[in-house]
């Protein structure tokens, strides 16, 4: 697709649609052993994006953790939608919600331990909204 505004956009309406959601179904059905995934997987986020390195493959690996934390039989099939996204989101966002993406992620992570549907699901919304807001920020630059 040629248009990477319009398909970051699109791709970003879906996981909108899905995605704080599946965070909800995460803090019922996640079991210890993947909650302690996703915490690590946050901590490595934040590190690699601390130490200047790439985290694009972390951050997808965050974003898996929920959706099979959800337990849903249907959400696997659409992880590749959700991790599709990420590397587009980065490249479209010139990689500048560093501290949005720490922030938030830490967020849904803590959420999710403790079992909080509506701080999980509030989070995760936010996340995606400041990636919407800077895409539509250098679109109608």
């Known amino acids: 697709i040629k248009d990477r505004y319009q398909l970051a956009l699109d ?4 996981r909108l649609m899905i995605e704080p959601e599946i965070v909800t179904w995460a803090c019922r059905k996640a079991t210890k052993e993947q ?3 996703l915490r690590e997987l946050c901590n490595e986020v934040e590190r690699l994006y601390k130490q200047g390195y790439n985290h694009i493959q ?3 690996e965050f974003h898996t953790a929920i959706a099979m934390g959800s ?3 249907i959400i696997p099939r659409l992880i590749p939608i959700i991790n599709s996204s990420i ?7 010139g990689n ?5 993406t720490i922030e938030t992620h830490r967020e849904i992570a803590t959420a999710i331990a403790q079992h909080n549907a509506i701080k999980a699901q509030d989070a995760m919304t936010m996340h995606l909204m400041y ?3 800077c895409i539509n920020s250098k679109q109608n630059l």
């Open 11 to 14: 791709l970003f309406d879906v």
């Open 35 to 37: 909650i302690a995934k």
């Open 58 to 60: 972390k951050d997808i």
């Open 71 to 73: 337990k849903n039989l």
């Open 87 to 93: 590397p587009l989101f980065v490249e479209t966002t």
């Open 96 to 100: 500048v919600l560093k501290v949005e």
């Open 131 to 133: 990636n919407r807001r």
